[in-house]
């Protein structure tokens, strides 16, 4: 099993976290696009685009709509891959969680 796999509440195992970015590069891959194309058509600094696309940027809404308008994709489809990368991040960090199980506890004693 990878030793980066987390366990799920339906005891599936999540794989590695995959950022949209990744997502959006196969895309553009697939159209016979660069990078440096789609960013000068989307109106926007190569290197914030690269960022993304490299994860070190989170997928804005300005963002996915740019791609929306400039592949004819969904707006919605980066914004709820951002949000998943999102959840499985914070549910990776062992010192969010150990907060989170004792608000939990908190809010069930009350």
């Not at 949209?20 to 789609?38: N, S, W, Y």
């Not at 809404?61 to 004819?72: I, N, S």
């Not at 980066?78 to 999102?86: A, F, G, P, R």
């Amino acid at each position: 099993m990878n030793k980066n796999a987390t366990h799920t509440a339906n005891g599936m195992f999540s794989s590695e976290l995959i950022h949209p970015g990744e997502i959006i590069k196969d895309e553009i891959m697939a159209r016979g696009l660069t990078q440096k194309e789609l960013a000068h058509q989307m109106g926007v600094s190569y290197t914030v685009f690269n960022e993304i696309l490299n994860g070190k940027r989170p997928v804005t809404t300005e963002c996915a709509l740019l791609l929306e308008a400039a592949l004819g994709t969904d707006a919605n489809i980066w914004m709820s891959l951002q949000t998943d990368y999102n959840l499985q991040k914070a549910r990776q960090d062992k010192s969010f969680m150990k907060r989170l199980e004792n608000v939990r506890r908190i809010a069930a004693i009350l």
